[in-house]
């Protein structure tokens, strides 16, 4: 059983940045490959990016890729996403979620445990 929760999230500029946290429990955090998940109102969730259970492969959107960074500390339980440039687009609810063993791939229901979310906000 993992639990997780976000944080870091908030209201940014356009071209600003953000980091966001997602602190698991559980001491076998180093088991999951962990992903992060967007939903923007009226629209489906969608993929963000995701980094395998060792931490040596990571996967990101087309529509992220050389502005966000994903990765983990699993010493501290838990996995960041790195924002740059920030645009309006980006504006939803965040969410993290783990996968037992995962390669980190881009299909929410790979991942059993999710957490509550974190809203970003970007203003033009």
């Known amino acids: 059983q993992v639990q997780l929760v976000e944080s870091g999230g908030g209201l940014v500029q356009a071209g600003g940045s953000l980091r966001l946290s997602c602190a698991a429990s559980?001491?076998?955090?180093?088991?999951?490959?962990m992903g992060w998940f967007r939903q923007a109102p009226g629209k489906e969730r969608e993929f963000v990016a995701a980094?395998?259970?060792?931490?040596?492969?990571?996967n990101s959107a087309d529509s992220v890729k050389g502005r966000f960074t994903i990765s983990r500390d699993n010493a501290k339980n838990t996995v960041y996403l790195r924002m740059n440039s920030l645009k309006p687009e980006d504006t939803a609810i965040y969410y993290c979620?783990?996968?037992?063993w995962g390669a980190g791939d881009s299909n929410w229901s790979s991942y059993k445990y999710r957490g509550q979310g974190t809203q970003v906000t970007v203003s033009s």
């Open positions: 559980g001491r076998t955090f180093s088991s999951y490959a």
């Open positions: 979620a783990a996968d037992l």
């Open positions: 980094i395998s259970w060792a931490g040596s492969s990571t």
